[in-house]
């Protein structure tokens, strides 16, 4: 397989090229012209001539198709009738070019941020050194920082995943040819010990061809709990101490007087194990399983530092002195051999006793473990003080650049990470919370049918339960299963907390809340299982509850909901126990799903507005959490422009927000992707906190008026597609894989909350890759255009003058900014083209016609509008970055699309060969991990 020599001059859709920056992005083009060659001789090697042509036939006929040279129906044509023996391994190829190809890019990104750097150059948006110079720009006040960082937090949520489907080894393959091709950046032809670099390349790339890309068997649980947690040694442990290191330091020295984040301000989350909304496969063995393994990992990393530090700390009493702390320390270990290292037994104490802390909490011991018979450490803070006292007597005694270094990270380590490693969040639907307290009430005599309440009278019955200590259960009670599994998953957690401690897991999700019975229905299960103690004088309750707002309806009512609970003595007592604060979660994915993309958006906008208000009446702290997923049709895009797009008052010093799919591995690989994707979370929450970015001034309630009409308008074009049009849903499961996806081994989650084909009941991740597959990728953009197009024709004012409005808005705020420029980029990525041939598969002609004739209109419609509205001649002129790769992969798209057709007709033709399915689950992978935001 081989790269194009002739990039840069041929139209993709609506992008163009030209040959402006050829230049500044050969060194991308030669790695790939590298890689791609590479894999090219690999191909050859393993599976033929014959093979290795069909492989180059069809990436020359995508080329051609590309520079309107050759009809697609060609391509298609090349794969009809193909054995399934041959298609496998073509699959592969396009699949793994598309793996290297991401591979390159990353490596360029961060090459041309190296040259930036190193031309002394002005910091670029998004980085931390940026943010510095718009803060000392703004000469805030100290008192001011100092209030709105209270309790300052960004977190991004690690969530599992259907598309995120490949294996450790592929992973750890892939990072070593990252590794191999920074060398050659360097201009390294050797490795370090001496081996040919590209003979090295060769070695890799051989070891990712003959390794499967994805499982034979149904993804577990566990694997998903594995592959969120191979980040952590991968890029977490490396780049979040620094950064908070660095942040701290930073900010102190601008406001020394403020004391600026006393707690880490990075860090991380997690939902995998702990979120069964509509996956009955998370039990409390998982719940335990989830948050040991996160707890392994993080006193594993310690002991090896631990190791490390012996080592390297030699330093002689004969030749330096010590502090008293460390000399007291150090008498813990009364080894003759290091009698006069008074570090090397201080740091033996402190592995002895964190040995004996994983002895105590873990089910497994880590590796490099030492025995002394020492107590171990009941809490992180005790760790933290042996580390500190390591470190102050390094500094009293010369030793500052040692301590400087691998301590510094390692004491950093620890306060961020402590035993827990992350927070495993927990989330259930609010129906099984009403259904399991109804049974706990009825058991317990209190009220034989709570379901058939009406509000009021259910939240009198809740505030009852919560003022008193009496427990509803005792050991015989006869509940169902569903009762007695979703408590055992709650007591796991309660595990959880008392053996990791309470960040473990800081928070319960309800999702679908709809009421203030919701709120303390969830309050009640936490209080069965002794998380939560609302009827003394000073509450408990370490698991904070978080009503999740999803549909546009929801997010709608949202503020009055919460200010409804707020207004509850016993709730609000239990709000006063977390220090004043409450985190509400807003979904993006189920507000898109309902209303469309511009509707959903602006409800999103519209409920944070309310939201922050109603807490500041209330005189609480808020943090929202933003349900994001990995694609723009699931809140998507770029973080640090989305996060500066927040409305005024709602990032306030603290951001939760999920990370999905194959986007997790595009942001957090590697050290370097990790921390430009990491620093670009903590600069926009620091500036949406302390600067006025949303920019509208006393023109924000006309643009809010405008963008209220807009959304009506959009919500009506997109509810009468998919909600209105008369088979529609036989369409969708017609025309994308979504019913494969279900069916396929993809993900431990089910596709569907309820065992029905309805829309409503879908997920929004099989519903967003279904027609991210197709390349319609409709939950992107659909609505948007019609929208725009009938408000500028629908007011008093001429049709320039709203146009002018329009380009105003686009121009000075971040908000419709960004709304725009990431539905463009799904635009761009989209292939109505390549779509029409997923439309084939609709075996009805009339309803083929009808639905895909609509969608073709209202993409055009859109693209026509976002040109109009920016002035722009391309979709992705505001990114060159995306451009690129546009115009340098999706070439190698076409043949895995067509294959994918191919598959899915003879699937569903009753072909149940094997090798189809695993055909159909690679094309799936492939075209996932070459969108990179695809679900």
């Not at 591995?665 to 994707?677: C, D, F, T």
Request: hydrophobic content about 45%; proline content about 5%; aromatic content about 6%.
């Amino acid at each position: 397989m081989a790269a194009p020599t002739d990039a840069g001059l041929e139209p993709i859709g609506a992008v163009h090229r030209t040959r402006i920056g050829r230049e500044a992005t050969e060194p991308m083009r030669e790695d790939i012209r590298l890689l791609g060659a590479i894999l090219g001789d690999t191909v050859r090697e393993q599976n033929g001539d014959e093979i290795f042509g069909l492989v180059e036939r069809a990436r020359v006929a995508s080329f051609q198709v590309r520079r309107s040279e050759l009809d697609r129906t060609e391509v298609a044509r090349m794969f009809a009738g193909i054995d399934i023996h041959e298609a496998i391994p073509v699959i592969r190829a396009f699949s793994h070019f598309a793996l290297l190809a991401n591979l390159a890019e990353d490596i360029h990104r961060e090459r041309r941020r190296a040259i930036h750097v190193a031309a002394a150059e002005p910091p670029q948006d998004s980085s931390l050194a940026a943010t510095y110079l718009k803060l000392d720009a703004a000469e805030l006040d100290s008192a001011a920082v100092a209030d709105a960082l209270t309790d300052a937090l960004v977190a991004p949520v690690i969530t599992a995943h259907p598309t995120e489907t490949r294996r450790r080894t592929v992973f750890a393959t892939q990072h070593r040819i990252g590794e191999l091709m920074w060398l050659r950046c360097e201009g390294r032809t050797k490795t370090d010990d001496g081996r040919d670099l590209e003979t090295e390349l060769r070695r890799q790339v051989l070891m990712l061809w003959q390794t499967a890309l994805v499982r034979v068997s149904r993804l577990q649980i566990s694997d998903e709990i594995e592959l969120g947690l191979r980040y952590y040694p991968a890029a977490f442990f490396d780049v979040i101490p620094k950064i908070n290191a660095e942040v701290r330091t930073a900010l102190r020295a601008r406001w020394p007087g403020a004391n600026l984040l006393d707690e880490p301000i990075l860090r991380p989350g997690s939902w995998i194990g702990g979120d069964r909304d509509g996956n009955p496969n998370v039990t409390g063995d998982v719940v335990r399983l989830a948050t040991g393994s996160a707890a392994y990992t993080a006193l594993a990393h310690y002991l090896t530092e631990l190791t490390a530090l012996e080592q390297e700390l030699s330093m002689s009493a004969r030749l330096v002195g010590v502090s008293p702390g460390l000399a007291a320390l150090a008498e813990a270990d009364q080894e003759p051999a290091r009698a006069d290292e008074p570090y090397r037994r201080a740091l033996r104490v402190i592995r002895a006793r964190l040995t004996a802390t994983a002895a105590e909490i873990l089910d497994h011991r880590p590796p490099n473990g030492l025995d002394l018979g020492l107590p171990r450490y009941v809490a992180p803070g005790e760790l933290w003080a042996d580390l500190d006292t390591v470190d102050t007597s390094l500094r009293e005694h010369g030793g500052t650049l040692l301590a400087d270094d691998r301590l510094a990270q390692l004491r950093e380590a620890a306060h961020v990470f402590g035993f827990h490693l992350c927070g495993l969040d927990m989330r259930q639907n609010s129906d099984v919370h009403e259904q399991v307290v109804g049974e706990l009430l009825a058991w317990a005599g209190v009220h034989p049918d709570y379901a058939s309440l009406d509000e009021d009278d259910r939240v009198a019955v809740l505030v009852g339960e919560l003022g008193t200590r009496r427990p509803l259960l005792s050991e015989r009670a006869a509940l169902s299963e569903l009762a007695h599994g979703e408590l055992a998953v709650i007591e796991a957690a309660a595990h959880a907390v008392d053996r990791y401690g309470q960040a473990a897991v800081p928070n319960y999700v309800i999702s679908m809340c709809r009421s203030v019975s919701d709120f303390l229905e969830a309050a009640i299960l936490l209080k069965e299982t002794g998380l939560l103690d609302a009827s003394g004088s000073t509450p408990y309750c370490p698991v904070g509850i978080v009503p999740l707002f999803e549909t546009i309806d929801d997010l709608r009512r949202g503020a009055s909901i919460l200010g409804a609970a707020l207004e509850i003595p016993a709730y609000r007592a239990i709000v006063a126990a977390r220090g004043d604060n409450q985190e509400v979660m807003l979904g993006y994915s189920d507000s898109n799903k309902d209303g469309g993309y511009l509707a959903a958006n602006w409800a999103l906008y519209r409920a944070e507005l309310d939201i922050v208000e109603t807490s500041r009446r209330a005189g609480i702290r808020l943090r929202f959490f933003h349900g994001r997923g990995g694609t723009v049709g699931r809140g998507g895009g770029p973080s640090y422009q989305a996060i500066l797009a927040q409305p005024p008052g709602a990032v306030n010093g603290s951001l939760r927000l999920t990370e999905q799919g194959e986007v997790i591995a595009a942001k957090y690989a590697e050290p370097r992707m990790a921390r430009r994707n990491l620093e670009s979370l903590v600069a926009a929450t620091l500036e949406g906190t302390l600067l006025d970015v949303e920019g509208l001034g006393d023109a924000a309630a006309p643009a809010y008026a405008v963008l209220d009409d807009l959304a009506v308008r959009a919500q009506r074009a997109y509810v009468e597609l998919v909600h209105e049009t008369p088979g529609f849903v036989d369409y969708f499961l017609a025309s994308t894989p979504v019913g494969e996806i279900g069916a396929m081994n993809i993900g431990s989650r089910p596709t569907s909350r309820k065992p029905t084909s309805s829309i409503a009941d879908l997920r929004a991740i099989p519903w967003v890759l279904a027609w991210s597959q197709s390349r319609v990728m409709l939950p992107g953009w659909y609505g948007t255009g019609s929208a725009l197009q009938e408000w500028i024709t629908a007011g008093p004012e001429s049709e320039a003058d709203r146009l002018a409005t329009l380009h105003d808005l686009y121009r000075r705020w971040p908000f419709f900014t960004t709304v725009l420029s990431n539905m463009a980029q799904v635009l761009a990525k989209s292939d109505l083209g390549l779509a029409a041939h997923y439309a084939e598969l609709v075996p009805d002609e009339t309803l083929r016609r009808t639905v895909f004739d609509k969608i073709v209109a209202e993409h055009q419609r859109t693209i026509t509008m976002y040109l109009r509205i920016t002035g722009y001649d391309d979709l992705l002129a505001d990114n060159p970055a995306l451009a690129r790769s546009v115009f340098n992969r999706f070439p190698y798209l076409e043949p895995l699309n067509h294959l994918q057709v191919e598959l899915l007709r003879r699937y569903r033709a009753g072909d149940d060969d094997e090798l189809v399915r695993r055909g159909i689950l690679l094309t799936m992978n492939g075209l996932a991990s070459a969108l990179r935001n695809s679900g």
